[in-house]
Nanobody, 125 residues
Framework: QVQLMESGGGWVQPGESLRLSCSAS????????VGWYRQAPGQERGLVAS???????IYTNSVKGRFTISRDDAANTVTLQMNNLRPEDTAVYYC???????????????????WGQGTQVTVSS
């Protein structure tokens, strides 16, 4: 079973920065695409940024030029660097991973999706 753990959320003032980390733990798995999503009160959860295993990235328009997503496969960690934060960035941020698990005894590979528990980001003066 694979688990994701987010960290790095908190309260900052507008214009400041935060760095979110998403770490995967478990056995016999490989992480493919990882996405950071966010959900503000009364709103639907939406994609902020994603990164494929080959490094291709996607950003929602509102964070382009301010957020950077990166990955360290050796550490099974994906990071979201958030600069020049705005009050509208306030939300719970969730990490999502599309992954593959391996059952070597049965020679099986299983695709699955896993979510982290979320971390609160608050941007306010």
């Amino acid at each position: 079973q694979v688990q994701l753990m987010e960290s790095g959320g908190g309260w900052v003032q507008p214009g400041e920065s935060l760095r979110l980390s998403c770490s995967a733990s478990g056995n016999n798995f490989r992480i493919n695409t990882v996405g950071w999503y966010r959900q503000a009160p009364g709103q639907e959860r939406g994609l902020v940024a994603s990164i494929k295993k080959d490094g291709q990235t996607i950003y929602t328009n509102s964070v382009k030029g301010r957020f950077t997503i990166s990955r360290d496969d050796a550490a099974n960690t994906v990071t979201l660097q958030m600069n020049n934060l705005r009050p509208e960035d306030t939300a719970v941020y969730y990490c999502n991973a599309q992954a593959v698990s391996f059952d070597y005894e049965k020679n099986l590979q299983t695709l699955f999706t896993v979510w982290g528990q979320g971390t609160q980001v608050t941007v306010s003066s």
